[in-house]
């Protein structure tokens, strides 16, 4: 797992990771092209946790990001970089109290709900994975509804898009994967819907990667 030869940034990705996603809309976004090599979370037991990747990130998770001389894992933690080294179009507002915002609602999701509902946890669930990952998800859009209502406009945050707006639009995504019922959350569909109709939301979505099984291809 060699950096790229084209001297791009390297992505280590699953086409259907969340994690993933949200840092693929924040390449996209700013325009940064890069290469992609896929980890398929489920094949040969799951190439994320080979003594290879390992070496590439030691929690052996999703995404990993190989750019600028460094390797950087943890979806926000690289989407923060980014937004530090490539400020534009900016992610963060300027204002301090919507920069707040935006970091707890993306705390929100990546924090209080993504982890109960991911692989690892999921296949240690067993039979009631889908049971549990509905409680879990629904447990944290009854909030995240709440929330939202104060704080947004045609976006999470006001009506430009943001670091939250990169962790809704998968979270979403795997509410109906999961079969949860997105009838209470108004707030939160029609942000959604705003978002998948940007260009950045619809080249990174888990349909049309590298890595995506043909059945499932957009």
Request: proline share 7%; charged share 20%; net charge positive.
């Amino acid at each position: 797992m060699a950096s790229s030869p084209s001297g791009k940034p390297v992505l280590y990705s699953y086409f259907r990771s969340s994690c993933s996603w949200r840092v693929r809309i924040a390449l996209a976004l700013k325009g940064i092209t890069y290469d992609q090599v896929p980890v398929n979370l489920l094949k040969d037991g799951g190439q994320q946790l080979t003594a290879e990747f390992q070496v590439v990130n030691p929690m052996q998770q999703v995404p990993a990001l190989k750019i600028d001389g460094i390797t950087l894992s943890q979806s926000l933690a690289i989407i923060e970089y980014l937004e530090e080294t490539r400020p534009n179009p900016r992610l963060l507002p300027q204002d301090q109290k919507k920069r707040a915002q935006v970091r707890m609602i993306s705390d929100h999701i990546v924090s209080g709900i993504q982890p109960l509902q991911n692989l690892a946890i999921l296949q240690r669930v067993g039979e009631k994975k889908l049971e549990w990952a509905q409680h879990y998800i629904t447990n944290g859009f009854q909030a995240l509804e709440r929330i939202l209502k104060h704080t947004a406009g045609r976006y999470c945050v006001g009506d430009e898009v943001s670091m939250a707006d990169l962790c809704l639009v998968p979270q979403v995504y795997n509410a109906e994967r999961y079969k949860v019922d997105l009838a209470p959350y108004p707030t939160i569909t029609r942000i959604n819907k705003a978002l998948l109709e940007l260009e950045a939301f619809q080249v990174s979505h888990p349909t049309k990667q590298p890595d995506t099984p043909p059945e499932l291809r957009a």
